[in-house]
């Protein structure tokens, strides 16, 4: 093959094998390599398949181009013919650019150092690929198993990731393709610019002064809103958040949305587990955001999951407990085989919502972002049972007291503690102002006592805290405060405090707001216990001081 000399802009070709490489050059052209100089390539790439074939050879990038690097890759098994000649090619190319890189005269053509790279790319990606631990699987039932599906299920079954089965059969998108999503994703963003909810009189100026603070006044919210507080405040907080626009949400679709989430909420009439406890949660979880700092820390995509779970963590509740559910043989309880019963039940009816396309807001997600935010919210939702609840403290202690706890919390364990901000937050009344609580604590008692009428109804035994004719509330919330709530809040206030050491974050005194409400609210509960306590005594004073009739006599005991 000879020189194909260019006389536009001076450009020179030079043959490499079956690839050629152009470069810009002062001279009108260039000398062809010498015959020793070939050969030396041909032996060079003939020891290179060599070794890749015998599959036990360190190969490294730094070796086949005598350069320095820090990349290496060294093959589990061996490499076919065609694999063998995809690699050597791409080692030469790679070559051919650091040496044309080192000229300071002359620079490779751009556009054939991007196929080159890109190549390059592609064919050590698939070779890692190959070779990494979980593809030992897909290999042993490539053997075992010759027929794609049956092949395909068994690997997504038994094992934690997809098959290179659907990865293969997954079509490579299109120029047309990603054009047609940049103009849905412009066209969805000027929907979402177009349409604004209209808020109550009253309810902007409340987000304006108390939606960032601790002691949201989400009762007056619930009265302004005419019993929607949950619409209004999700769609106020995935606005500031920026999450409509950032996944292309539309507004009118976030709206109908939250409208069949409210509706959901307030099925059974429940005097607690409603749209307003839902409201609670998320203004909750979004100062925990803010009082952590943890805008600067977590991804766009985290903190929509951490809403989204907030929003429908209690999605239809029955007014029931998992125990009831279990000891009436609910179909719920057969359904989920008494296993976090409700915590299923909430995520089945949110995502079953979700698959009708006028409701959707994750339409416009990838199938990894939606992939993400499904298996975040599983978990979070899933751990706000109580059943769960001394495990994870117990978890998240022992997190703390690693030496490697931070490189925990950045990777595996992130999702822990947003599991424990969200079960922390779904249960954090007693922290807040002694209005706002004793408020809460009346729903939830009467919830319960609800539930009692049902089970002695049924013939059952009322469950703890369940009868109105014994229950002692303010002994019920002591002991609430005292062995949940402080242990609760101490951990997530802990590693909160850990995250800002490490965040090199300064000035986080006070943070913890909580901690002078729970010690108000428990002495209050503790002096309505004390006057209880001299009620009786006084009561029973006085029938013991009554006089009583003895045979017609009047006497006194």
């Keep these: 093959m000879g020189v194909k000399v260019s006389t536009n802009r001076r450009r020179t070709v030079i043959p490499l094998g079956n690839e050629g490489i152009s470069r810009k050059g002062n001279n009108a052209a260039l000398s062809v390599r010498s015959k020793e100089a070939c050969l030396e390539e041909e032996e060079e790439q003939k020891r290179i398949h060599e070794e890749l074939s015998n599959g036990d050879v360190l190969c490294d990038i730094r070796r086949i181009t005598n350069r320095p690097s820090q990349v290496s890759m060294r093959p589990r098994g061996s490499l076919t013919g065609t694999e063998s000649n995809s690699v050597v090619t791409a080692v030469g190319r790679l070559r051919e650019l650091i040496t044309l890189l080192e000229r300071d005269d002359e620079l490779p053509d751009k556009k054939y150092m991007n196929s080159s790279l890109t190549y390059a790319i592609d064919i050590l990606s698939t070779i890692a690929n190959k070779n990494s631990p979980m593809n030992e699987i897909d290999a042993d039932l490539q053997d075992l198993v010759p027929h794609d599906e049956v092949r395909a299920w068994l690997a997504s079954t038994f094992t934690s990731r997809e098959t290179l089965y659907s990865e293969v059969s997954r079509p490579k998108p299109t120029?047309?393709?990603?054009?047609?999503?940049?103009?849905?994703?412009?066209?969805?963003?000027?929907?979402?610019?177009?349409?604004?909810?209209?808020?109550?009189?009253?309810?902007?100026?409340?987000?304006?002064?108390?939606?960032?603070?601790?002691?949201?006044?989400?009762?007056?919210?619930?009265?302004?809103?005419?019993?929607?507080?949950?619409?209004?405040?999700?769609?106020?907080?995935?606005?500031?958040?920026?999450?409509?626009?950032?996944?292309?949400?539309?507004?009118?679709?976030?709206?109908?949305?939250?409208?069949?989430?409210?509706?959901?909420?307030?099925?059974?009439?429940?005097?607690?587990?409603?749209?307003?406890?839902?409201?609670?949660?998320?203004?909750?979880?979004?100062?925990?955001?803010?009082?952590?700092?943890?805008?600067?820390?977590?991804?766009?995509?985290?903190?929509?999951?951490?809403?989204?779970?907030?929003?429908?963590?209690?999605?239809?509740h029955t007014g029931t407990t998992n125990s009831f559910h279990v000891h009436t043989r609910s179909e719920l309880s057969l359904c989920y085989n008494d296993q976090s019963i409700l915590e299923n039940y909430h995520l089945n009816r949110a995502f079953t919502i979700l698959k009708e396309m006028e409701v959707n807001i994750f339409r416009n997600l990838t199938t990894e972002q939606f992939t993400q935010v499904r298996t975040l919210t599983i978990e979070m939702v899933l751990a706000t049972d109580m059943s769960k609840h001394f495990a994870q403290l117990k978890h998240m202690k022992r997190l703390l007291s690693s030496s490697d706890g931070w490189c925990q919390l950045q990777n595996s364990e992130k999702s822990s503690l947003l599991c424990l901000i969200l079960h922390i937050a779904d249960i954090s009344h007693p922290g807040k102002e002694w209005a706002m609580h004793h408020q809460w604590t009346e729903r939830i008692q009467e919830e319960f006592f609800r539930q009692g009428d049902k089970e002695q109804e049924l013939g059952l035994l009322c469950s703890p805290l369940c009868d109105r004719a014994t229950t002692v509330v303010p002994e019920s919330q002591k002991g609430f405060i005292d062995f949940i709530i402080r242990p609760s809040f101490e951990v997530l206030g802990d590693l909160l405090a850990f995250t800002f050491d490490k965040r090199d974050i300064h000035n986080t005194e006070g943070f913890r707001v909580w901690d002078d409400h729970i010690k108000t609210n428990y002495n209050k509960w503790d002096k309505k216990c004390k006057e209880k306590d001299e009620k009786l005594t006084e009561s029973t004073e006085k029938s013991e001081d009554k006089p009583t009739v003895l045979n017609g006599t009047l006497s006194s005991t």
């Design 175 to 316: 120029f047309k393709a990603v054009v047609g999503t940049i103009i849905v994703g412009q066209y969805f963003g000027k929907m979402a610019e177009t349409h604004h909810l209209v808020y109550p009189p009253g309810v902007a100026d409340l987000f304006h002064r108390q939606l960032d603070g601790w002691n949201c006044d989400i009762f007056k919210l619930e009265k302004l809103t005419d019993v929607h507080p949950l619409k209004h405040i999700s769609y106020e907080l995935f606005t500031r958040h920026e999450l409509l626009r950032e996944f292309k949400i539309p507004s009118a679709t976030f709206e109908a949305f939250l409208t069949r989430v409210e509706n959901g909420y307030q099925l059974h009439g429940n005097p607690y587990h409603n749209c307003t406890h839902a409201a609670d949660v998320v203004q909750t979880v979004h100062s925990f955001i803010k009082l952590a700092k943890l805008e600067e820390w977590l991804s766009k995509l985290e903190i929509l999951a951490l809403l989204f779970s907030a929003i429908i963590h209690d999605l239809e």
